[in-house]
């Protein structure tokens, strides 16, 4: 048996491989991918633009500017003069903040009283505003516990100290790069095999493949291990970018993160056979595997935390293997978690991979009869 399925796979091998446009398909994307969102998808903000409306010219206020001029995620683009300048910038785009400080801010801080610091935030992108008011009340703390110790003055009775475990710098990118790991794993092994059977059928050779001596049962599994076998190169090469290339830390164990990768891969190729079972043509099978991708992704805590979905869609997300997978990466590469606390995180993904797999032998037999 093993013979007749090994002879079967390298002949997959073979014609993915014969094929300019599926070689290119495999290797080419998921790398430009890779740097694409390594690079261009962080939630961290530099060179923000933003303008100066300073009423004041005393020492501290010009002491308080030079906290964000001096910041490496302001720039200045704009001094204001007036108030009617400042509903255009806004408008236009060409700043995001303004920090207006009034006349009295000065005045108000050496008789002992509040001094108000008002930044007013383009609001439009909701996410980038919060993150520019996060670094706004960091320069104006900074600015508030240096002026009390200066002029003698106690702090705060009860004062902050953040201390962020597993991401020091707290730098979106150890977050955003593990899961491109998972993301770009499932989508090249998803089109390997969602496209393996309906590319035969569209091309007139699967009724050669019937007529061998295979059992359906070898037809898939021969089927399988080449989608395998992509995947898992696939992401060892990714993992290699993001520790050697991107300076993510990798933490944890290599046997606890390959497990993972194993039986991720296993439930991703079940999928995958499924559609190509139920696909005719390769535009079918096309379309089928990003019916899949597309909620698989939104549904996996790549970007939005799981919680923060309404409870249905909670629950949806238990039958997706990425969102398990994504756990396991996260947790090998940032925390070193070990491989007795990720079995909470193997085992949905053996049952995942382990039906998906039944249902696509059974969808198989059911389309060959």
Request: aromatic residues 10%; hydrophobic residues 50%.
């Amino acid at each position: 048996m093993w013979r007749r399925v090994l002879a079967l796979a390298i002949k997959e091998f073979l014609v993915l491989l014969k094929d300019p446009r599926s070689r290119s398909v495999i290797i080419v994307p998921p790398f430009v991918q890779l740097l694409v969102f390594g690079f261009a998808a962080t939630y961290d903000l530099n060179d923000v633009p933003f303008a100066v409306y300073c009423e004041d010219n005393g020492v501290d206020a010009q002491e308080l500017l030079a906290g964000f001029r001096h910041s490496r995620h302001f720039s200045e683009a704009a001094a204001i003069r007036h108030d009617r300048e400042i509903a255009p910038l806004i408008d236009s785009k060409e700043v995001l903040l303004v920090v207006r400080i009034g006349p009295r801010f000065s005045r108000d801080l050496r008789h002992r009283r509040p001094a108000a610091v008002q930044a007013i935030v383009d609001g439009r992108d909701s996410n980038t505003a919060l993150v520019a008011l996060g670094y706004v009340r960091n320069i104006v703390d900074r600015f508030n516990r240096e002026w009390s110790a200066r002029h003698g003055l106690p702090g705060p009775s009860a004062r902050l100290q953040p201390r962020s475990w597993f991401n020091p710098n707290l730098e979106s990118r150890w977050f955003i790069v593990p899961g491109i790991v998972g993301l770009l794993t499932l989508v090249v092994t998803m089109l390997v095999t969602a496209l393996s059977v309906a590319r035969e059928r569209e091309q007139g050779t699967f009724d050669q493949t019937l007529v061998a001596p295979f059992r359906p049962g070898e037809i898939l599994l021969g089927k399988a291990i080449p989608g395998f076998l992509i995947g898992l190169a696939e992401a060892s090469g990714i993992i290699l970018a993001a520790v050697y290339g991107f300076g993510i830390p990798l933490l944890g164990d290599l046997t606890t993160l390959y497990t993972g990768l194993t039986l991720f891969l296993i439930a991703a190729v079940g999928v995958g056979l499924m559609i190509s079972s139920l696909a005719v043509t390769q535009q079918q099978g096309l379309l089928g595997a990003f019916l899949f991708l597309v909620p698989a992704i939104i549904l996996s805590g790549f970007a939005t935390p799981i919680m923060n979905m309404p409870p249905l869609l909670q629950r949806i997300t238990v039958v997706n293997p990425l969102r398990y997978f994504l756990v396991i990466l996260r947790g090998v590469f940032l925390e070193g978690t070990s491989f007795d606390l990720l079995l909470d995180q193997f085992w949905p993904l053996a049952v995942i991979g382990a039906v998906t797999l039944a249902l696509a032998t059974w969808l198989f037999r059911r389309r060959l009869y």
